[in-house]
């Protein structure tokens, strides 16, 4: 950008190094790059740190929980301090009993949505919210600190250098750290060990056949870049304003039905019927 910048006659001019030249691009850049990286290695160190004390790494605060803002005898702020929100901690629960009991998060989403009992942020919950990553310990079902145990570490996130999208990575169990935190515990350990042990026979069942399955065909086409279609980001449900999208190969479909459960379109549509309206309206 700065070289054809300077071929059309145009200067880039900051508020804090004025004209920027050659110097500025190359030495300055790379020295604000090791600066960053430097920072976020003592950021990281800074929230171990934390963590091992029994205090939250990250500034959020799980479903269930709620920050707590104090402050030290020379006024400033502690970091890390949770509670426990009884409304929420009794939803999840709830969750807890409903899967050990044989229901799918599917349907505990669905059913929790039409009671209107909504998820983090204010928002209608989907089943990967309570399904999760086991690897990555995400999700309701996976998240330790219900057990009394913060966890950290457990995943990093990387940028994609051709789209700039963030991407996680789940890191070497040896650089997991956890700590004993009894005061945060929600679930009982007897249920917990009875949601544990359907994961694990629910994966011991199907593990072995996933990847000729379309489940598992859809799991590598996930971790892909899917290709943008014609109406991409374009397309609304008429009776909810959601989302439209793919859902299979070639049909779309309102996201809000399928993955929520709170709208009562269930009509998909081939792609390539779709894609011709548009072009032959246009």
Request: proline share 4%; charged share 30%.
């Amino acid at each position: 950008m700065f070289k054809r910048l300077r071929f059309t006659g145009v200067p880039i001019v900051t508020l804090s190094e004025g004209e920027i030249n050659e110097l500025h691009v190359g030495l300055k850049g790379t020295m604000n790059a090791l600066f960053i990286k430097d920072l976020a290695i003592k950021t990281h160190r800074g929230q171990r740190g934390r963590v091992e004390a029994g205090k939250a790494g990250s500034g959020k605060a799980a479903y269930g929980y709620r920050v707590v803002h104090q402050l030290d005898a020379a006024g400033g702020p502690i970091r890390g301090e949770r509670a426990i929100v009884e409304d929420e901690a009794e939803i999840v629960r709830r969750i807890f009993r409903e899967y050990a009991s044989g229901r799918s998060p599917k349907e505990i989403a669905f059913q929790l949505n039409r009671e209107g009992v909504l998820g983090p942020e204010k928002r209608p919950r989907i089943d990967a919210m309570i399904r999760g990553n086991p690897a990555a310990g995400t999700g309701i079902l996976n998240n330790e600190l219900y057990a009394g145990v913060l966890a950290w570490n457990r995943q990093r996130f990387i940028k994609n250098p051709e789209t700039g999208t963030r991407i996680s990575r789940v890191n070497p169990e040896s650089e997991w750290i956890r700590s004993e935190v009894p005061h945060l515990r929600i679930v009982d350990d007897a249920l917990w060990q009875a949601v544990r042990e359907r994961r694990r026979g629910i994966s011991a069942m199907f593990a072995p056949n996933l990847a000729n399955t379309r489940e598992g065909r859809a799991k590598r086409l996930h971790l892909t870049n899917r290709p943008v279609t014609l109406l991409s980001g374009l397309l609304t449900c008429g009776c909810c304003g959601g989302r439209i999208s793919m859902v299979m190969t070639d049909r779309y479909a309102c996201r809000n039905h399928l993955r929520k459960g709170i709208c009562d379109n269930a009509r998909t549509i081939r792609r390539d019927e779709i894609e011709a309206r548009a072009c032959w309206r246009d």
